[in-house]
């Protein structure tokens, strides 16, 4: 899997919850937690631990 800044997609949980994941392809549609694949989860980030705010 290629993890260039080109292969980052932002995506939302049920709750709203923002997180910044790595994903393959022609991924970059996807814009809900629970359509990416348990592998592409296992990459994702909350925004929220590096950016410090629930809203930035």
């Known amino acids: 899997m290629n993890s ?3 292969s980052l997609i932002w995506v939302n949980d049920k709750e ?3 997180y910044v994941c790595i994903a393959k392809g022609n ?3 996807k814009r809900d937690l ?3 694949s348990k592998n ?3 990459t994702c980030s ?3 631990d590096f950016i410090g ?3 930035w």
């Open 46 to 48: 909350d925004v929220n």
């Open 16 to 18: 709203g919850h923002e």
């Open 40 to 42: 592409e989860r296992a």
């Open 53 to 55: 705010t629930d809203r």
């Open 4 to 6: 260039d800044f080109g």
């Open 34 to 36: 629970d359509e990416l």
């Open 27 to 29: 991924d970059n549609d």
